[in-house]
């Protein structure tokens, strides 16, 4: 079984960044293949890695009619053969790219098997990372499994603090199967130390276990707006070094 950390919260809040950010760390760790899963349809975590896509699951599963299936071959073994296909694969982190649903397709009959071979998929590596776009409803239609860490992240202010207890919320209400929720703080001014003593209280009646605080990074921003990818920003970043030190109580070691 993959140990599964997925990320979510409110938009711009730094999903990517974080999740590109943890694969950083499998990698430079060595713990590696990675599977990296980019779920949201405005796929750009590849970017942050460094690598490139030609193919989505969604584009994948559109093409596949019931008539292609090859004489002899069940639909599931056709299914799983042409997701198959839109792994990417690199020497430390193979990506899959969920891609965009086209129409009715979303909820079209393959979705079950898109599950379970992503179930499939994912047990061939330790970790698992998935990037997701705002709010929690479409990972249930992603995962059957148990997720084992969600990380909500949200950025310093009341307004998106009160969005991670929703996705929270969400989560509960949805009945996700999710191990261990965290919050994460991104993009803190760390000269304005009150900003988060404000926080405090609100951070304490949403339940959740503030995991880590990450600096608000000039290094992150340059690489953004170069285009460069993360896994090249150097380990004495403040993001960086934040994000380090909280890997071992995200995998529970
Ligand atoms: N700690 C940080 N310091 C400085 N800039 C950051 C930090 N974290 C993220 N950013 C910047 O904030 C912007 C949004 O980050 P990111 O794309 O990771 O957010 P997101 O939550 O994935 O957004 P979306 O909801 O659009 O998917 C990016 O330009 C990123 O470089
Ligand atoms: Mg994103």
């Known amino acids: 079984m993959s140990f599964s950390i997925a990320v979510s919260g409110k938009g711009g809040t ?16 060595g713990i590696t293949p990675v599977l990296a899963v980019d779920a949201d349809p405005n796929s750009n975590l590849h ?26 071959m069940t639909k599931v073994a056709y299914v799983g053969l042409k997701m198959e296909e839109a792994l990417i694969e690199s020497a430390d982190i193979d990506l899959l790219v969920m891609g965009r649903p086209e129409g009715q397709g979303c909820y079209c009959a393959a979705n079950h098997l898109l599950k379970e071979y992503l179930s499939k998929l994912s047990s061939r590596y330790k970790y698992t990372v998935m990037d997701n776009e705002a709010g929690m409803e479409h990972l249930s239609r992603r995962t059957t499994d ?12 009341m307004v998106s603090i009160r969005s991670a207890i929703n996705v929270k919320a969400t989560a509960e209400q949805i009945k996700l199967k999710i191990k ?4 994460v703080i991104n993009k803190l001014d760390e000269s304005r130390t009150e900003s988060i003593d404000k926080l405090t209280g609100e951070i304490e009646k949403s339940g959740l276990t503030l995991i880590q605080k990450i600096p608000a990074d000039d290094a992150l921003i340059k690489a953004s707006e170069e285009g ?26």
């Open 14 to 29: 730094g999903k990517t960044t974080m999740s590109s950010l943890i694969i950083r760390w499998f990698v430079k760790s």
């Open 47 to 72: 970017m942050n890695l460094g690598l490139s896509y030609d193919r989505t699951i969604a584009g994948i599963r559109e093409n596949i009619e019931e008539k292609d299936v090859p004489e002899g």
């Open 146 to 157: 148990e997720i084992d860490v969600l990380l909500i992240v949200a950025e310093p202010t």
């Open 180 to 183: 261990k929720k965290y919050l």
């Open 228 to 253: 460069k990818n993360l896994l090249s920003i150097t380990d004495d970043s403040p993001s960086v070094k934040a994000v380090n030190s909280m890997m071992k109580e995200v995998i529970g070691k």
